[in-house]
């Protein structure tokens, strides 16, 4: 069993089903409303632990019914919360999602996530220097990711930074992670106007850039890469990215080549889109391998 460390976020998702995106100043009537777990550094988590990693969390979360409720949800994954302490006065983080049209709208509310800090993570230096792999995104501060990226280099211990969401990344950042796991909007706003060939050509078997149904794009040394996707009729697509890079964390971890690690967290990633939730559709590897 693999040891996955997870650095990120957590928070709940107040998520809104409707036909349509509403336009400015405008009112429409939506189908349904629901509150689940959520937070890109959780969801990751759920996702690596479902599929047989021993997986640990470091985040923070509010001393409210939100907070109560995500750890709870992390445990019953199995995931281990030991690093995961409630801030007093401070509100858990909150995603407000809108589904529509086949696709999804978010707006993160950091809260609690923003006391994710340096400061804390020394506090967890154990957990990064076990992992076999770390992962980490960016709803939390950029300190905190430049620190604990430039930590793992130190320890030798492979570091999984997906930039999400997007905001510009210092180049020492990008030296120093061992994989790199932009969307097409991500990518464009870490390298502007450079040419993507180019791009992928200077970070070979460390860019993946995710394509949504069209697959992962990387350079493998030699040639330009595209890992396709698999088809399926979604339901919801909030969480794809997430549960796409813990699986491919998970799989390197285990060993497997770029190109079947790919493969495998394309599928892991094409089934979590079949069902409601950013965690409600992520598989089990059970699931995974029938």
Known sequence: M???TVVGSSSIDLVVTAPARPKAGETIIGNDFQTVPGGKGANQAVAASRLGANVSMIGRVG?????????SNLQDNGVSVEYVEPVTDVASGTAH???AEEDNSIIFVK???DYVTSDYIRKSMDKLKEADMVLIQQEIPEETVEFVVETCHAFEVPVLLNPAPAREVS?????????LTPNEHEFAVM??????????????NKLFITEGKNGVRY????KEVVVPSFEVTPVDTTGAGDTFNASFAVAIAEGKSLTDAIRF????????ITKFGAQGGMPTRKEMEE
């Open 2 to 4: 693999v040891n996955i």
């Open 63 to 71: 001393k409210d019914t939100f907070g109560k409720e995500i750890l």
């Open 97 to 99: 999602i809108t589904l």
């Open 111 to 113: 809260g609690a996530n």
């Open 171 to 179: 180049n020492r950042v990008i030296e120093r992670a061992t994989y």
């Open 191 to 204: 390298f502007g106007n450079e040419n993507r060939s180019e791009v992928l050509q200077r970070y070979p």
């Open 219 to 222: 350079y493998d040394g030699e």
């Open 265 to 272: 967290a394309n599928k892991a990633a094409s089934i979590s």
